[in-house]
T-cell receptor
């Protein structure tokens, strides 16, 4: 069945550092891919999405490219801020309409 | 504001009791998903409904049940509650296949 694998956290960075959070997936067909963010004490918010191969999703300085050849959707940001500290979830949604999440990666950014 | 409304926000109850969590999806969304998030754990998929019918089932205990009503709101019923059921319960909704889902703020359940 479909699945999502994320790098384990926590990821600890200094402010203005470059961020990469790896995400790979297993799926039949052509799923849609998503990154969600959960700030402390809050629900999940959609951060960005990509619906087909080579699409790049972007929002708030974050980017991720749908790579079918490597079945990956890595999240990147060029310069992180303390306010980016949160848990990031990679997810996919295939033809079955089931929304499947990775285990989440906690990001901690220090000034 | 995602447009998904969950009530109540907080719930404290005793072991052995039964509670009902409610979710109102975004206007026009036909799919409703329920997830459980325990402390330091990821999101465990419980169950999904589409336009009133069960579409997918995850790791949902037999003590738990859910339904989606004709007006598309959904309820998650948790019975014979145990201490280990203490968690955040999230509802999400989406228009349909391959579209993004939007999450409510969650219901924090504490079983004492």
């Amino acid at each position: 069945g479909n699945s999502v694998t994320q790098m384990e956290g926590p990821v600890t960075l200094s402010e203005e550092a470059f961020l990469t959070i790896n995400c790979t997936y297993t799926a039949t067909g052509y799923p849609s891919l998503f990154w969600y963010v959960q700030y402390p004490g809050e629900g999940l918010q959609l951060l960005l999405k990509a619906t087909k191969a080579d699409d790049k999703g972007s929002n708030k300085g974050f980017e991720a490219t749908y790579r079918k050849e490597t079945t990956s959707f890595h999240l990147e940001k060029g310069s992180v801020q303390v306010s980016d500290s949160a848990v990031y979830f990679c997810a996919l949604k295939g033809s079955t309409d089931k929304l499947i999440f990775g285990t989440g990666t906690r990001l901690q950014v220090f000034p | 504001d995602s447009g998904v409304t969950q009530t109540p926000k907080h719930l404290i109850t005793a072991t052995g009791q039964r509670v009902t969590l409610r979710c109102s999806p975004r206007s026009g969304d036909l799919s409703v998903y329920w997830y459980q998030q325990s402390l330091d754990q990821g999101l465990q998929f419980l169950i999904q409904y589409y336009n009133g019918e069960e579409r997918a089932k995850g790791n949902i205990l037999e003590r738990f049940s859910a339904q989606q009503f004709p007006d598309l709101h959904s309820e998650l019923n948790l019975s014979s509650l145990e201490l280990g059921d203490s968690a955040l319960y999230f509802c999400a909704s989406s228009v349909g296949r391959e579209t993004e889902a939007f999450f409510g703020q969650g219901t924090r359940l504490t079983v004492v």
